[in-house]
């Protein structure tokens, strides 16, 4: 009568022992120990793109666990980590009186003796338990387990250090690899320097781990025409302001290559949806590319001066505008808020500098607006007129203590007094109240 837990089988396998001994030089090695019996296996495995094409164990242990590695090296050329994961999920079914493995892991049916003793199920699990410590020292697994760990504590540094109280913004940035929408290396990566004439970006090259994109700098995504994927900092500081909701429709003019649309895509939600307009041909392509793992978010050429029809909850522009533009205010809905950077002319012929103002749609169609953060950016080819540029200037240099007293945008037709900020001819930011 043949012993359940020591079948012939079991015994052949074992005295196979195949694949024993170990690899010249092998990718990754893997180790599990069961102090219970003293039991050691040790695996070596060569990867190839995360398959397994070379495997060698050293296995001092009993014949329950010689079998089992004899197994394995028989079976596992050709496994991933998912397909170890699998197999060690199916193994430890099995032995609970679940169904055997399948194929090609089916002849771990040979164990299924062991089912009712408990304390051998490690023996019949330690080579595989060895398998899946290898592969946890897989570099590039490493390097992506660095970078969401990277990722997680990138959007807890923004909750404190920016202040942000609104967890699903936190969250959002937890979850969006912002290397999927910048792209790989080298990057450029852009610091703000104090230098006495005032504040400088200064750029530097790194490659390698994706983690250093985790900070709270901008990256260059075309360099020559100064066009970066902003702050972190500074957009989940305006997103806190803007307060999306789930549900929400947003337009997002300027959308470069996608993050912040995403992020907001994030924020919506699956109720809601995003639709990103880009200008230059290949940030749209990158963005349609890189923003395919959401579904609620679209992205369109063009130069988002005419809003495409609809009317949405939030518009939020990442490039500088001398004017509101009509479109824009009319795009908005009942309780719409539109967010732009009103921007002057500088010495840069690329980009000016102003303030990120904050306008709100009341259900009668009037208009609070107030300024939320300072902001430098590339202008909005589509928004700039010289003289409302010039009136612009003229209010900052001016006005510029009383930026925090503008309450209302108005578009009704009147004589410039002394509630007028900035009284332009198609547009006066004031500090009447909006009614
Ligand atoms: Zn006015």
């Not at 959308?255 to 995403?262: N, V």
Request: charged share 20%; hydrophobic share 40%; proline share 6%.
């Amino acid at each position: 009568m043949s012993d359940p837990l020591y079948r012939r089988d079991l015994l052949r396998l074992a005295a196979d022992a195949h694949g024993a001994g170990r690899l010249p030089s092998p990718d990754v090695s893997g180790l599990a120990y069961n102090p219970a019996c003293g039991d050691k296996v040790v695996i070596d495995l060569d990867l190839d793109d995360g398959r397994i094409v070379g495997l060698a164990h050293e296995t001092k242990a009993c014949v329950l666990t010689q079998a089992s590695a004899s197994i394995l090296g028989t079976t596992l050329k050709g496994a991933d980590k998912a397909a170890v994961e699998e197999l060690h999920a199916q193994v430890s079914a099995m032995l609970e009186q679940g169904p055997p493995p399948k194929p090609p892991f089916d002849i771990y049916a040979a164990f299924s003796g062991a089912a009712e003793y408990k304390s051998r199920h490690r023996c019949v699990l330690l080579p595989i338990e060895a398998v899946r410590d290898a592969l946890a020292k897989n570099r590039i697994d490493q390097m992506e387990n660095n970078v969401a760990q990277a990722r997680r504590w990138f959007a807890e540094d923004l909750r404190i250090a920016a202040g942000i109280t609104d967890d699903t913004i936190v969250s959002a940035f937890a979850r969006v690899p912002r290397e999927t929408f910048i792209g790989p290396a080298p990057w450029r990566i852009g610091t703000r320097v104090m230098k006495l004439g005032g504040q400088l970006l200064e750029y530097h090259t790194f490659e390698g781990d994706p983690a250093v994109l985790y900070h709270d700098v901008v990256v260059a995504l075309d360099e020559q025409r100064e066009i970066n994927n902003g702050q972190p900092s500074l957009w989940a500081r305006l997103f806190q302001d803007v307060a999306p909701r789930a549900g929400e429709r947003i337009l997002h003019l300027g959308c470069g290559t996608g993050y912040y649309t995403a992020i907001l895509a994030e924020i919506v939600g699956g109720d809601g949806s995003i639709h990103g307009v880009e200008v230059d041909p290949n940030l749209a392509k990158r963005a349609e590319h890189a923003l395919t793992s959401w579904p609620n978010a679209t992205v369109a050429l063009g130069d988002g001066a005419t809003v495409p029809p609809g009317a949405w909850d939030l518009i939020v522009v990442s490039a500088g505008a001398t004017h509101p533009l009509h479109s824009w205010l009319d795009g908005l809905a009942p309780n719409g808020r539109l967010l732009f950077p009103l921007t002057a002319d500088g010495p840069n012929p690329r980009n000016g500098s102003g303030a990120m103002l904050l306008v709100s749609r009341s259900g009668g169609g009037v208009f609070a607006a107030r300024f939320v953060a300072p902001a430098t950016f590339v202008h909005f080819e589509g928004g700039r007129a010289p003289e409302d540029s010039a009136r612009l200037l003229q209010a900052l240099r001016q006005g510029f203590h009383r930026l925090a007293e503008v309450r209302s945008l108005r578009r009704d037709e009147h004589a410039p007094d002394e509630t007028c900020w900035l009284h332009a001819d198609t547009f006066c930011l004031s500090y009447r109240a909006a009614l």
